[in-house]
């Protein structure tokens, strides 16, 4: 009895060896799992469920099969596909959580969420967070022509990047402050979350007691899923091939 989480796969045409390292641990490993749980930044990029891209028929044909052997998929969207919508998770048969969903697993208590509303020290892109996530200016972009829609994409990405490149590290990680409070919130032992490439297991003091915090590495040159089962909560990294 185990379940599994993985997130940051950031999956584009660019790299077809992390596309078929992800479908190889759907069919080898995910099949095995009483469910799958995506916690953000599947895609690179996601500018609309209209987008006829063939990697986005090629994932979801492949989590579909999952789900027709039974093993259910649940999805939080990050900062990077945060448009995903309920149209393209119906073909992959995957169901959207809320970005913070609390889950009672083999007694454990555990929060997931995709991590960045937790990196509350860097402001500018907090700011950046709130903008985007209106449900009217999303509306509208979801409504431009998807060449223009593209455009923009591609230069809100190199903006991204150009501002990652001055920031230093420590403001892209978590807040230790901003992690209590959400684990406290929900009353839990456990966070599981990505975002911040920074794949390890964290300790750290609460009121309550001991808080266990779990991040998942991306994607890059190999794979990264954290397993819970009733014994352990493991964080794994493994060759796409594995």
Known sequence: MTTLFIADLHLSH??????????????RQAVHADALYILGDLFEA?????????LHRQVAAALHTLHKKGIPCFFIHGNRDFLLGGR????????ILPEEQRLELYDHRILILHGDTLCTDDVRYQRYRRRVNRRWLQRLFLALPLRWRLRIAERMRAGSRQANQTKSPDIMD???????????????????????????????????????R?????????????????DSIELIEFPFDE
């Open 14 to 27: 660019k790299e077809p060896a992390i596309t078929a390292g992800f479908v190889h641990f759907l069919q």
């Open 46 to 54: 996601w500018i609309g469920d209209d987008d006829p891209a063939p």
């Open 88 to 95: 393209f998770a119906e073909a992959c048969g995957m169901t």
């Open 174 to 212: 978590v807040n230790p402050q901003a992690v209590a409070s959400v684990a406290e919130r929900h009353g839990v032992d456990w966070l599981i979350h990505g975002h911040t490439h920074r794949p390890a297991i964290h300790n750290q003091k609460l009121p309550s007691g001991q808080l266990h």
């Open 214 to 230: 779990a991040v998942l590495g991306a994607w890059h040159q190999q794979g990264s899923m954290i397993k819970v089962s009733r």
